[in-house]
């Protein structure tokens, strides 16, 4: 028996997402660790997130499982949709509401004003990462700096506000807003520039992540219930296949002749591929055998009748 496959938490706060993780391969352990069918996996089993959440955030954590830990780079490149409370006339040294208020000021402009500069954010932009993350330089986390209180440069990065739609304008200056975004993109730091850019300072007060790529907060299971679930034996009622989870690869089949090609990891020739129209180069695919077991993800290099699958990553 084999546990592939990705589980959509709901992080609930107070819980980093190693803890997530840890309490995941804890409770699946436990479960599994006298289950002869999997005996051999005793010790390998390996739980990984795909995408950060603040300690103080909530909502949507996909938590790979398995050889679905070979695939958590694609999933965390996925977009995200939030639901964000943002404190208007507030900064702090973490750009969230727990953070050292550096600077308050008064609020005193009209609600078309607000709309405007929250809306001029819509697109690409420049954002440059808080000290309080967990980006690395120099080997070193960010947030680990931030505590020593050093703080060193960063560089910008370009991330993509694809929509904000903001839902309601809530007592002592807060708005609720929801946010579709690229990956990378900070909220808090998102805020942090809305505030920057109205003029009195804005800083993140409530995080709820709605949606990763496929992975919704309706579908989403908290960690009790994940135990429960676990000890009912019915982790299947949860576990999203690894081709499902993927999201933006096509699918495409081997002819029998071409098996052992892909058993071993060879590049293949798109000859023995069957994928129902015409493969472009740098597209990227998941092939199956022909037994229509997942054997990785691939590109198409090549041009003309040169054109061959190059795996780019093994699932099996």
Same mark, same amino acid.
């Given at each position: 028996?084999?546990?592939?496959?990705?589980?959509?938490?709901?992080?609930?706060?107070?819980?980093?997402?190693?803890?997530?993780?840890?309490?995941?391969?804890?409770?699946?352990?436990?479960?599994?660790?006298?289950?002869?069918?999997?005996?051999?996996?005793?010790?390998?089993?390996?739980?990984?997130?795909?995408?950060?959440?603040?300690?103080?955030?909530?909502?949507?954590?996909?938590?790979?499982?398995?050889?679905?830990?070979?695939?958590?780079?694609?999933?965390?490149?996925?977009?995200?949709?939030?639901?964000?409370?943002?404190?208007?006339?507030?900064?702090?040294?973490?750009?969230?509401?727990?953070?050292?208020?550096?600077?308050?000021?008064?609020?005193?402009?009209?609600?078309?004003?607000?709309?405007?500069?929250?809306?001029?954010?819509?697109?690409?932009?420049?954002?440059?990462?808080?000290?309080?993350?967990?980006?690395?330089?120099?080997?070193?986390?960010?947030?680990?700096?931030?505590?020593?209180?050093?703080?060193?440069?960063?560089?910008?990065?370009?991330?993509?506000?694809?929509?904000?739609?903001?839902?309601?304008?809530?007592?002592?200056? /807060?708005?609720?807003?929801?946010?579709?975004?690229?990956?990378?993109?900070?909220?808090?730091?998102?805020?942090?520039?809305?505030?920057?850019?109205?003029?009195? *300072?804005?800083?993140?007060?409530?995080?709820?992540?709605?949606?990763?790529?496929?992975?919704?907060?309706?579908?989403?299971?908290?960690?009790?219930?994940?135990?429960?679930?676990?000890?009912?034996?019915?982790?299947?009622?949860?576990?999203?296949?690894?081709?499902?989870?993927? /999201? *933006?690869?096509? +699918?495409?089949?081997?002819?029998?002749?071409?098996?052992?090609?892909?058993?071993?990891?060879?590049?293949?020739?798109?000859?023995?591929?069957?994928?129902? +129209?015409?493969?472009?180069?740098?597209?990227?695919?998941?092939?199956?055998?022909?037994?229509?077991?997942?054997?990785?993800?691939?590109?198409?290099?090549?041009?003309?009748?040169?054109?061959?699958?190059?795996?780019? +990553?093994?699932?099996?």
């Amino acid at each position: 028996m084999s546990i592939d496959g990705v589980v959509n938490i709901y992080k609930e706060k107070g819980y980093t997402s190693h803890d997530v993780v840890a309490i995941i391969r804890k409770i699946l352990r436990n479960y599994y660790a006298d289950k002869e069918e999997i005996s051999e996996d005793k010790g390998k089993l390996k739980v990984g997130h795909a995408g950060t959440l603040d300690p103080q955030a909530e909502g949507v954590l996909p938590v790979c499982i398995g050889k679905a830990t070979k695939i958590s780079e694609y999933i965390s490149s996925n977009h995200k949709l939030y639901r964000a409370v943002m404190q208007l006339g507030v900064v702090t040294d973490t750009q969230d509401m727990t953070g050292k208020i550096l600077e308050k000021q008064d609020v005193n402009f009209k609600k078309q004003e607000i709309i405007k500069a929250i809306n001029s954010f819509v697109g690409g932009y420049w954002q440059l990462p808080p000290m309080f993350s967990a980006i690395k330089i120099d080997g070193q986390k960010l947030y680990d700096l931030a505590r020593k209180g050093k703080e060193v440069e960063r560089d910008k990065r370009l991330v993509t506000i694809y929509d904000i739609k903001i839902k309601e304008f809530l007592p002592n200056d /807060q708005i609720l807003m929801e946010v579709y975004c690229s990956k990378g993109t900070y909220i808090r730091a998102l805020c942090h520039d809305i505030g920057q850019k109205l003029g009195c *300072g804005a800083s993140m007060d409530q995080l709820t992540r709605l949606k990763a790529g496929r992975f919704h907060i309706i579908e989403s299971v908290k960690l009790k219930e994940f135990d429960k679930i676990v000890e009912e034996g019915n982790i299947r009622q949860v576990l999203c296949p690894i081709d499902q989870a993927l /999201q *933006g690869f096509h +699918k495409a089949y081997a002819v029998s002749f071409a098996d052992n090609y892909l058993r071993n990891g060879n590049s293949l020739s798109v000859n023995y591929i069957k994928f129902g +129209k015409r493969l472009l180069p740098e597209e990227e695919i998941m092939i199956y055998n022909s037994e229509n077991i997942l054997i990785g993800l691939y590109k198409i290099v090549g041009d003309g009748n040169a054109k061959y699958a190059k795996p780019i +990553k093994m699932l099996i």
